[in-house]
C-alpha cells in the first residue's frame, strides 16, 4: 500500500481538546494529542478528556470512551525484524487481533505460528500438530529451557481451538510474549551479526 503525505491531510471540524497521553492504537507510538473530536453530554456541558484524538504521528482517531474503553488499543508484542513475509504477516495479524480485544483468536494464530515455523525451517507439511513442536524443538529452533514454551502455546492454543473458552488479555500476551522471542530467535537475532566471508 503506498504511503500517505500525511501533511497534505487534516480532520475536519477538529478541535482544541484537554491534552491526552496515550499509545496510538494505529502506529503503537506514545504521543500527546489536544487535537480531536470531544464528547458532549445532552446538557450542554464538555464530557472533557473523553471522544476522539487524533494521533500527531499518524493522524490515526484513538477513541476514548467515559467507561475507559481506548479503542483501537494498542497492540500486544513488538515488531520482529527479518521474519519471511508470511510469517510476518500471520504474527501481525496476531498484534493486530489483541487491539481489538480478539484475544482467542490472537491465541490461534500464535498457535498457528508455530506450524508454520516449522514449514518455513523444513518441516514436511500436513503433520499431526505435536510433530511441528517436536520439530522446532529437536532441531534446535527453541531456546534452552523454551521447549515447555513452546509446549505451553500448543496446550493453550488447543484448548481455544477445541474446547468452549474464551481465552484472556493475559493468554493472548503470554503466547504473544513466547512467539515474539521464538522469532527474534530465529530470525532476528542472526541477521545481526555479519556473516564471516
Known sequence: MPKLDLDKYFWNNAQSLLNRYFTCGFCG????????LGMHLHNGGTAH????????????????????????SPSLGKSVEHVPDGLSALYEEARRSTSQNCYTGAVLLCRKMLMNIAVEL??????????????LSDNGYVPPNGKHWVDHVRRKGNEAAHEISLMTANDARELLTFVEMLLRFIYEFPSMIPVSP
Do not use: D, M, R, W
Open 49 to 72: 478528556g473523553f471522544g476522539v484524538y487524533i494521533c500527531p504521528n499518524c493522524k490515526g482517531p484513538n477513541f476514548f470512551s467515559p467507561s475507559g474503553l481506548h479503542s483501537p
Open 29 to 36: 507510538v506514545n504521543v500527546s494529542s489536544t487535537i480531536g
Open 122 to 135: 523444513g518441516a514436511q507439511e500436513g503433520l499431526p500438530f505435536i510433530e511441528y513442536v517436536k520439530y
